[in-house]
């Protein structure tokens, strides 16, 4: 069964600091990895989108990185900031549906000052 | 351009009511897709649909109906409403189905089913 697992399920950290987030996948043969940041009560919002021949990818504070051959992703939050607090979603999709995304449950991280 | 727009944010519903959650996009998109989000798990596919006229079931699709009968919108239909269809629905669409494309989601609907 094709699956995305996230760790860790929370985290927090102090303003300023750096994290590193995790996403592994069984999904086979696969498509695309997106990772994606959903505020408290709103809809998620998108960070990145990598292909199986990208590496990594960056937004600003945000770097996703891929190993395909591991079916591994993470994403690093450099200098935290207050407005980083919420959940980030990992989101992947095969090549024979990349329209069925499956979603992990999320990692909730909390930036404290 | 307004995006995702989702209509009501909040509902309660009796049991064995009806109604449907309204959802509209203009940016042209073929692909539109209605969500689950529940405590502790990823959000899971109801239904989707690539274009007009089109439409085929997701992971979770008893209980709901969609239609797509313009680009534009795709309504999420709750035909008995059951307790276990409390739930924060998310709709999302993307340009085409396929690789590198954004998807964009809507800002939610929190349906509380009493």
């Known amino acids: 069964k094709n699956q995305v697992e996230q760790s860790p399920q929370s985290l927090i950290i102090l303003e300023g600091k750096n994290c590193t987030l995790q996403?592994?996948?069984?999904?086979?043969?696969?498509?695309?990895l997106r990772w994606y940041k959903q505020d408290t009560g709103r809809g998620p919002v998108s960070l990145t989108i990598?292909?199986?021949?990208?590496n990594t990818k960056s937004n600003g504070r945000y770097t996703a990185t891929l190993d395909a051959d591991t079916k591994q992703s993470s994403l690093h939050i450099t200098a935290s900031q207050l407005s980083d607090s919420a959940s980030y979603i990992c989101?992947?999709?095969?090549?024979?549906?990349?329209?069925?995304?499956?979603f992990g449950s999320g990692t909730r991280l909390l930036v404290r000052p | 351009n307004a995006g995702v727009t989702q209509t009501p944010k909040f509902q309660v519903l009796k049991t064995g009511q009806s109604m449907t959650l309204q959802c509209a996009q203009d940016m042209n998109h073929e692909y539109m897709s209605w969500y689950r989000q529940d405590p502790g798990m990823g959000l899971r596919l109801i239904h989707y649909s690539v274009g007009a006229g089109i439409t085929d079931q997701g992971e979770v699709p008893n209980g709901y109906n969609v239609s797509r009968s313009t680009t534009e919108d795709f309504p999420l239909r709750l035909l008995s409403a059951a307790p276990s269809q409390t739930s924060v629905y998310f709709c999302a669409s993307m340009f085409q189905a396929g690789t590198g494309n954004t998807i964009y989601f809507g800002e939610g609907s929190w349906l509380t089913v009493v």
């Open positions: 989101v992947v999709s095969g090549v024979d549906s990349s329209y069925k995304l499956i």
């Open positions: 990598m292909t199986f021949s990208e």
């Open positions: 996403c592994n996948y069984t999904v086979s043969p696969f498509s695309n």
